[in-house]
T-cell receptor, first 116, second 112 residues
């Protein structure tokens, strides 16, 4: 069966420090991968999505970047964190081409990032 | 980024009451999904809808894909304390994309 792992679960980082959040998927090949951010009490904002190794699409201009060095690995990074980067970060995957059948995304358990 | 309009923003109800929430958009969607997010967790898929007018149930949950394809609603009957969480609608715009647009969420609190 497919599983998605996301770590760390919580993170407290000072302003200006770098960031690296990792997400890995097991049990599937060539998944579509997504990074979402959820600010406190708010909805889900798509940050990045990837349809393959090295292929990253950015949805909103921001202080973050994403990389996909391996088929089932998706990394969210920042060189210098801002206070506004605080939030709950969610990784998700979907089966390419299954979108039309509406199976949607499977989400990881999230990383709560607090920038202080 | 684009988001769907979801209402109400929050609900405070007593155990046993029925709940109704909806999602609207100015765009036509091909698929509607409803997710629930427990505190501190990622959202989990509840119901998926594929055709305009479709009505689908999952236990005490019932969701419908609006005829105009621009809206969807979710009903929860006889609410229980474990229904607490944030409910998100999500829509898929086109057949050539797997990208989902999420609603702004409805926060549900259930009091015993």
């Amino acid at each position: 069966s497919q599983t998605i792992h996301q770590w760390p679960a919580t993170l407290v980082q000072p302003v200006g420090s770098p960031l690296s959040l990792e997400c890995t998927v097991e049990g599937t090949s060539n998944p579509n991968l997504y990074w979402y951010r959820q600010a406190a009490g708010r909805g889900l904002q798509l940050l990045f999505y990837s349809v393959g190794i090295g292929q990253i699409s950015s949805e909103v201009p921001q202080n973050l970047s994403a990389s996909r060095p391996q088929d089932r690995q998706f990394i969210l990074s920042s060189k210098k964190l801002l206070l506004s980067d605080s939030g709950f970060y969610l990784c998700a995957w979907s089966v390419p081409g299954q979108g039309t059948r509406g199976y949607g995304y499977t989400f990881g358990s999230g990383t709560r990032l607090t920038v202080v | 980024g684009q988001q769907l309009n979801q209402s109400p923003q929050s609900m405070f109800i007593q155990e046993g009451e029925d709940v109704s929430m909806n999602c609207t958009s100015s765009s036509i969607f091909n698929t509607w999904l409803w997710y629930k997010q427990d505190p501190g967790e990622g959202p989990v898929l509840l119901i998926a809808l594929y055709k305009a007018g479709e009505l689908t149930s999952n236990g005490r949950l019932t969701a419908q894909f609006g005829i105009t394809r621009k809206d969807s609603f979710l009903n929860i009957s006889a609410s229980i304390p474990s229904d607490v969480g944030i409910y998100f609608c999500a829509g898929q715009l086109g057949y050539n994309t797997d990208k989902l647009i999420f609603g702004t969420g409805t926060r549900l609190q259930v009091f015993p």
